[in-house]
């Protein structure tokens, strides 16, 4: 018999009481000439399920009419359709079909010179003030803004080294009563650069951390880096830099195709592809279920800036591994805009898939569009203005 919990946001969720451990699907390493499927926890329960975590992201699910008069202003103006074609609003506000020339290059143009950063990356925790005492006290972060809202049963906490305004920084939620969750095969790492690794890592183990690499040199490079994992599990690499603007420097998924990935992410969301790394030679491997499996990948940075001053997304390519169980704990990223309207037609003409339309959340008025990846990972874009404003 199924147990029901209740969720942010009106959702369920769904706990198998009855389960045993099992590998889960679609989660492959190569071992030689064999997959071997991958277990990354023996919980024994699986849970299932979709909602949205902040006050912000709350209403993404739902439909939000927008009038003509915030697509377009006084004059005519052209607003680009998903067919390619374009259609031309009069100061009455009447919208006519024109011409069909505007190819996908007219949307890749204007997403190059739009204004874009990283915001903050949401997740969800099964003990927030733990999570917080944890990253505070061991990863040097601040609690820059925490809101309980109990009318709708969750909390979101953010922490960061510096404003929202200026620094790319987490967005936690703990939902009330639940305690764990499913972090995947799909979800990798955050980045973290520090001055010095073996001090933070003797520091994490001091406070009862989990570290689950020693520092040391990083296979075939120089920087010293180490593996440390929360309560939760979410994994962290801390990598030895120089002072820099943005330690929280990066957020690593699992693709089931890196050129793909690589040409959506460039052309719908202005990204640049930093640098490419091929390890096809790997000879790292891990245990799992007491059979070694040697990991063969390829991994690309892509971002808006340099990496030593810029939060980057790290895209990793498994060989032979299309697809990944995304779990219930990753939620998305936040990316800023000048204009929702026009980065969610780009999205759709760039092969992404538009899981909330464009327009203004009721009751906050930010203007926000949500979009998922050729894999299926969400990100929300924010109107730049109207996330300034939330913060005032």
């Given amino acids: 018999m199924p147990i029901i919990l209740p969720l942010a946001s009106s959702s369920s969720l769904t706990v198998p009481t009855n389960s045993k451990p099992f590998l889960p699907q679609n989660s492959f390493f190569k071992f ?6 991958n277990n990354t926890s023996n919980n024994d329960k699986s849970i299932s399920y979709s909602y949205n975590p902040s006050r912000r992201l709350a209403l993404f699910q739902l439909g939000t009419a927008i009038p003509q008069s915030q697509l377009f202003d006084a004059k005519a103006s052209r607003f680009l359709r998903a067919d390619g074609s374009t259609t031309e609003a009069s100061t009455s506000g009447n919208m006519a079909p024109t011409s069909t020339t505007v190819t996908e290059q007219n949307a890749l143009e204007w997403v190059k010179n739009d204004k874009r950063k990283m915001l903050h990356v949401v997740y969800r925790v099964g003990d ?11 990863l040097g972060m601040k609690l820059l803004r925490k809101r309980d809202l109990p009318e ?5 906490a953010f922490l960061g080294y510096g404003p929202e305004d200026s620094h ?8 009330y009563g639940i305690d764990k969750y499913d972090i995947g095969t799909g979800f990798g790492h955050f980045g973290i650069a520090v001055e010095d690794v073996a001090k933070t890592v003797d520091l994490v183990k001091a406070k009862g951390g989990k570290v689950t690499r020693e520092p040391g040199p990083v296979k075939g490079g120089k920087t010293i880096i180490a593996f440390i994992e929360d ?20 957020v690593m998924l699992r693709v089931g195709d890196l050129d793909r ?15 490419k790394r091929d390890n096809p030679e790997n000879k790292d491997k891990c245990v799992y279920f007491g059979l070694i499996v040697f990991l063969q990948y390829t991994i690309a940075m892509m971002g808006y800036g340099p990496e030593d001053k810029n939060a980057v997304l790290e895209l990793t390519y498994n060989y032979g591994v299309t697809d990944y169980d995304k779990g219930n704990g ?4 936040a990316i800023g805009t000048d204009d929702v309207y026009k980065t969610a037609e780009a999205i759709k003409l760039c092969g992404g898939k538009i899981t909330r339309e464009p327009g203004p959340l009721p009751g906050i008025n930010t203007k926000i569009t949500a979009c998922l990846d050729p894999d299926g990972w969400k990100s929300v874009f924010v109107d730049n203005i109207d996330f300034l404003k939330e913060l005032e």
């Fill in 32 to 37: 030689s000439s064999v997959f071997i499927i």
């Fill in 128 to 138: 927030l003030d733990k999570t917080i005492k944890f990253y505070t006290e061991c």
């Fill in 152 to 156: 709708e049963r969750y909390t979101n």
């Fill in 168 to 175: 790319f920084v987490v967005e936690l939620t703990y939902n």
């Fill in 231 to 250: 309560s939760d599990g979410y994994k962290f690499e801390l990598l030895e830099r120089g002072p820099t603007p943005e330690p929280l420097c990066q």
């Fill in 261 to 275: 990935s690589i040409n959506f992410y460039k052309k719908a969301f202005g990204m640049e592809l930093l640098r």
């Fill in 330 to 333: 990753y939620a998305q990223i």
